[in-house]
């Protein structure tokens, strides 16, 4: 509802919703899934949340309160990078989406894009989507 205003979201607005995503991946990883999940993590910490959880928890206790292992979360972060006018101009064309294209500044002066020694790879989006995909799929073999 912030964004659909107009208004950026600060860490107390995303580290909930990044915590939720946290517990998906958890899930999905324990049962053996891969998963794949586009989010804006601008910030490493928010990456961080997303490995680890909030508290870098890596056991949690089961009802009879004995510690099990949780699964491990390997993320590859797919950081897409392109200038301030080539996505404003992209965001400009969509149709119906709740981030209003004047909140693109406060995404770009958030972001801290990822460095070693996170886990990834960094493609320009002026590639065509299938060359994007090419090169996501062959770092990921």
């Known amino acids: 509802m912030k964004m659909a205003k107009g208004i950026p979201l600060n860490d107390q607005d995303r580290i909930p919703w990044l915590c939720n995503l946290h517990d998906i991946l958890q899930r999905d990883v324990a ?7 586009a ?3 601008l910030k490493k910490v928010y990456r961080d949340i997303l490995i680890q959880g909030k508290d870098g928890a890596r056991l949690k206790c089961d009802e009879s309160g004995k510690e099990e292992k949780l699964a491990e979360v390997k993320l590859l972060v797919v950081h897409l990078t392109g200038s301030f006018e080539v996505i404003s101009g992209r965001l400009l064309k969509r149709k119906g989406h709740f ?6 500044q406060s995404q770009f002066d958030t972001l801290e894009p990822p460095s070693a020694p996170e886990n990834f790879i960094q493609i320009s989006v002026d590639k065509n989507l299938s060359e994007i995909i090419a090169t996501i799929m062959e770092t990921l073999k």
Do not use: K, R, T
Request: net charge negative; aromatic share 0%.
């Open 99 to 104: 981030m209003s294209p004047e909140l693109l």
């Open 31 to 37: 049962s053996g899934q891969h998963v794949i999940l």
């Open 39 to 41: 989010c804006s993590a």
